[in-house]
Nanobody, 115 residues
Framework: QVQLVESGGGLVQPGGSLRLSCAAS????????IGWFRQAPGKEREGVSC???????NYADSVKGRFTISRDNARNTVYLQMNSLKPEDTAVYYC?????????WGQGTQVTVSS
């Protein structure tokens, strides 16, 4: 059974940092693309970053240079390091796994950037 569990969200001041984790079970994540979306109140879900099975990475323009996605295959976990956070980064962050033609989603973790 595929399961993704996010953690690491919270309240942080502008300019601060957080590291989100996405722990996978039921499959070996290094064979698949894993990524992060986010959804702010009243807005559509948007892609933030993804990492391929070959460790290639992609980032939304809004987070380039501030966010870094990485993968620890031994822990079957993907991380999203978020630096220089801005109020507009406030959202629920979801990780997903692209397995075949289907996306599996985690339950989400709230990130709030506010002074």
């Amino acid at each position: 059974q595929v399961q993704l569990v996010e953690s690491g969200g919270g309240l942080v001041q502008p300019g601060g940092s957080l590291r989100l984790s996405c722990a996978a079970s039921g499959f070996t994540l290094d064979y698949y693309a894993i990524g992060w979306f986010r959804q702010a109140p009243g807005k559509e879900r948007e892609g933030v970053s993804c990492i391929s099975s070959g460790a290639g990475t992609n980032y939304a323009d809004s987070v380039k240079g501030r966010f870094t996605i990485s993968r620890d295959n031994a822990r079957n976990t993907v991380y999203l390091q978020m630096n220089s956070l801005k109020p507009e980064d406030t959202a629920v962050y979801y990780c997903y796994a692209q397995i075949g033609g289907f996306k599996y989603w985690g339950q989400g973790t709230q990130v709030t950037v506010s002074s």
